[in-house]
Nanobody, 121 residues
Framework: QVQLVESGGGLVQAGGSLRLSCAAS???????MGWFRQAPGKERELVAA?????YYADSVKGRFTISRNNAKNTVFLQMNSLKPEDTAVYTC??????????????????WGQGTQVTVSS
Protein backbone atom coordinates (compact mmCIF):
# COMPACT_ATOMS: atom_id res chain seq x y z
CA GLN A 1 0.00 0.00 0.00
CA VAL A 2 1.30 3.42 -0.93
CA GLN A 3 0.14 6.63 0.69
CA LEU A 4 0.67 9.94 -1.07
CA VAL A 5 0.69 13.34 0.62
CA GLU A 6 0.80 16.55 -1.38
CA SER A 7 2.04 19.93 -0.23
CA GLY A 8 2.96 23.29 -1.70
CA GLY A 9 -0.37 24.55 -2.94
CA GLY A 10 -1.60 28.04 -2.24
CA LEU A 11 -2.61 31.39 -3.65
CA VAL A 12 -0.38 33.09 -6.21
CA GLN A 13 -0.74 35.93 -8.65
CA ALA A 14 -0.79 35.33 -12.36
CA GLY A 15 2.75 35.00 -13.68
CA GLY A 16 4.00 33.58 -10.41
CA SER A 17 5.36 30.17 -9.52
CA LEU A 18 4.59 27.34 -7.15
CA ARG A 19 6.28 24.04 -6.47
CA LEU A 20 4.14 21.11 -5.47
CA SER A 21 5.56 18.12 -3.65
CA CYS A 22 4.17 14.63 -3.26
CA ALA A 23 5.71 12.41 -0.62
CA ALA A 24 5.09 8.67 -0.83
CA SER A 25 5.02 6.38 2.18
CA UNK A 26 6.64 3.48 0.37
CA UNK A 27 9.30 2.93 -2.23
CA UNK A 28 7.92 4.22 -5.48
CA UNK A 29 11.01 4.27 -7.68
CA UNK A 30 9.47 1.61 -9.95
CA UNK A 31 6.11 3.38 -10.10
CA UNK A 32 4.83 5.84 -12.64
CA MET A 33 4.03 9.11 -10.89
CA GLY A 34 1.63 11.74 -12.11
CA TRP A 35 -0.06 15.00 -11.27
CA PHE A 36 -3.72 15.50 -12.05
CA ARG A 37 -5.87 18.56 -11.60
CA GLN A 38 -9.57 19.23 -11.41
CA ALA A 39 -11.16 22.64 -11.63
CA PRO A 40 -14.75 23.30 -10.52
CA GLY A 41 -17.19 22.04 -13.10
CA LYS A 42 -14.48 20.35 -15.14
CA GLU A 43 -13.24 16.82 -15.52
CA ARG A 44 -10.04 15.71 -13.89
CA GLU A 45 -7.11 15.85 -16.28
CA LEU A 46 -3.60 14.50 -16.29
CA VAL A 47 -1.23 17.44 -16.18
CA ALA A 48 2.16 15.77 -16.05
CA ALA A 49 3.60 12.32 -15.46
CA UNK A 50 6.96 10.64 -15.29
CA UNK A 51 7.77 7.02 -16.03
CA UNK A 52 9.34 5.37 -19.08
CA UNK A 53 8.37 8.57 -20.85
CA UNK A 54 7.37 11.99 -19.64
CA TYR A 55 3.98 13.48 -20.31
CA TYR A 56 2.73 17.06 -20.23
CA ALA A 57 -0.69 18.32 -21.12
CA ASP A 58 -0.56 20.79 -24.00
CA SER A 59 -1.87 23.53 -21.74
CA VAL A 60 1.17 23.35 -19.44
CA LYS A 61 4.01 22.51 -21.81
CA GLY A 62 6.91 24.89 -21.38
CA ARG A 63 5.56 26.13 -18.03
CA PHE A 64 5.39 23.05 -15.77
CA THR A 65 8.15 20.57 -15.00
CA ILE A 66 7.74 17.23 -13.27
CA SER A 67 10.68 15.68 -11.46
CA ARG A 68 11.28 13.00 -8.88
CA ASN A 69 13.72 12.13 -6.14
CA ASN A 70 13.60 8.34 -5.88
CA ALA A 71 15.87 8.29 -2.84
CA LYS A 72 13.26 10.33 -0.96
CA ASN A 73 10.19 8.81 -2.67
CA THR A 74 9.08 12.28 -3.68
CA VAL A 75 7.78 13.75 -6.91
CA PHE A 76 7.61 17.46 -7.66
CA LEU A 77 5.69 19.70 -9.99
CA GLN A 78 7.35 23.05 -10.67
CA MET A 79 4.75 25.43 -12.03
CA ASN A 80 5.91 28.67 -13.61
CA SER A 81 4.11 31.46 -15.45
CA LEU A 82 0.89 30.48 -13.74
CA LYS A 83 -2.41 31.54 -15.24
CA PRO A 84 -5.86 31.92 -13.66
CA GLU A 85 -6.97 28.89 -15.69
CA ASP A 86 -4.43 26.79 -13.77
CA THR A 87 -6.62 27.18 -10.69
CA ALA A 88 -7.63 23.70 -9.54
CA VAL A 89 -7.12 21.00 -6.97
CA TYR A 90 -3.90 19.22 -7.85
CA THR A 91 -3.61 15.56 -6.92
CA CYS A 92 -0.67 13.23 -7.02
CA UNK A 93 -1.12 9.66 -8.26
CA UNK A 94 0.99 6.53 -8.57
CA UNK A 95 0.72 3.50 -10.80
CA UNK A 96 2.73 0.30 -10.56
CA UNK A 97 4.96 -0.43 -13.49
CA UNK A 98 6.33 1.63 -16.33
CA UNK A 99 4.25 3.74 -18.68
CA UNK A 100 5.48 4.60 -22.13
CA UNK A 101 2.19 5.78 -23.58
CA UNK A 102 -0.36 7.69 -21.52
CA UNK A 103 -3.63 6.46 -22.95
CA UNK A 104 -6.96 7.97 -22.00
CA UNK A 105 -8.59 5.98 -19.24
CA UNK A 106 -5.35 4.68 -17.81
CA UNK A 107 -6.03 3.45 -14.28
CA UNK A 108 -3.84 4.77 -11.48
CA UNK A 109 -3.46 2.70 -8.33
CA UNK A 110 -2.94 5.26 -5.57
CA TRP A 111 -4.09 8.82 -5.03
CA GLY A 112 -3.30 11.64 -2.66
CA GLN A 113 -5.84 13.94 -1.05
CA GLY A 114 -5.05 16.91 -3.26
CA THR A 115 -3.84 20.44 -2.71
CA GLN A 116 -5.55 23.63 -3.84
CA VAL A 117 -3.80 25.95 -6.26
CA THR A 118 -5.44 29.32 -6.84
CA VAL A 119 -4.07 31.80 -9.35
CA SER A 120 -5.44 35.32 -9.14
CA SER A 121 -5.57 37.64 -12.12
Amino acid sequence: QVQLVESGGGLVQAGGSLRLSCAASGRTFSYAMGWFRQAPGKERELVAATSGSTYYADSVKGRFTISRNNAKNTVFLQMNSLKPEDTAVYTCAARQGTIYYYADGLVWDYWGQGTQVTVSS
